[in-house]
């Protein structure tokens, strides 16, 4: 009895982590997201073809991870900002350093920055053609092949979160 249990109990984890795996994309996440949350977004390639422009408006670009992921590995020049600061002290800490910039919000997958700019832009309004959240994240922008950094240099790799969402990054060969 105990065996046919633990087939039992593998033959589910099995059929979870499929499930998981080609249901649960990067892909369809990034639109539930843009559904819950809806905030400008961008996506990593126009970010990055921005960035390179010659003419291109200057960027802030804030990580809303936690600081570990950060550590790990971010976009440079990135600032890490804690996800659950109160808009108005954001404001307060960074408001003269956005004027006249786009900022761009990012995390592991768009769910914790979208969250974020959502609440800066219900605290200010005017400043909404300038906040953007960049669609998919940190794992999106490392997919693509972009380089990541941290204290070190250019990193290798990227903070998963979890087990479950770092099923989302693809491995660098």
Known sequence: MKIIIWLILIAVAVAALLVWRYVFTLDTIEKLIEKS?????????????ELASADSVEYLVFDTREPEE?????????????????????LKKYGDRIAGKKVVFYCSIGARSSV???????NAPDIADTVMN????????????????NTRGQANDVHPYNFFWGKLLKTRR
Request: aromatic letters at 14%; charged letters at 20%; proline letters at 9%.
């Open 37 to 49: 949350h809806p905030v400008p977004n961008i996506s990593v390639d126009t970010f990055l073809a």
């Open 70 to 90: 950060f550590q790990r590995s971010h976009l440079k020049a990135a600032i890490q900002v804690n996800p659950n600061i109160n808009p108005e002290d954001f």
């Open 116 to 122: 974020l700019a959502e609440k800066i832009l219900q």
């Open 134 to 149: 960049l669609r998919g994240g940190v794992f999106r922008w490392y997919n693509r092949g972009y380089p990541v950094y």
